[in-house]
């Protein structure tokens, strides 16, 4: 089970942590994802972490300013989202993925959390 918390409304150029709590197996043969949903357009991926390698991958989008990172002891994964523009405003999921291959497509992921609401305004 994944729990997605975190999201909130803010402006243009401030930050936010979204932070995603898996509970009831193991994570280490895992890739964890955040993948986003704006109105009217299609499930996005954003980002993803190989649990035991730390390997991260990034879409374009919001290379260089985020980051996604991994703490074992709460088996939490976070996206440290900065400057962030009115086009990051979206729903936000957290997934796992049965592989320790970083993988981006959304059909990879067996496991789904529920989304949270991020709102960037101008």
């Known amino acids: 089970q994944l729990q997605a918390s975190g999201g909130g409304l803010v402006q243009a150029g401030e930050s936010l942590r979204l932070s995603c709590a898996a509970s009831?197996?193991?994570?280490?043969?895992?890739?964890m994802g955040w993948f986003r949903q704006a109105p009217g357009k299609e499930r996005e991926f954003v980002a993803a972490i190989g649990w035991s390698s730390g390997n991260t991958y990034f879409a374009d989008s919001v290379k260089g300013r985020f980051t996604i990172s991994r703490d074992n002891a709460k088996k939490t994964v976070y996206l440290q989202m900065n400057s962030l523009k009115p086009e990051d405003t979206a729903v936000y999921y957290c997934?796992?993925?049965?592989?320790?291959?970083?993988?981006?497509?959304?059909?990879?992921?067996?496991?789904w959390g529920q989304g949270t609401q991020v709102t960037v305004s101008s």
């Open positions: 009831g197996r193991t994570l280490s043969s895992y890739t």
């Open positions: 997934a796992a993925a049965n592989t320790i291959v970083v993988v981006t497509a959304d059909y990879d992921y067996d496991y």
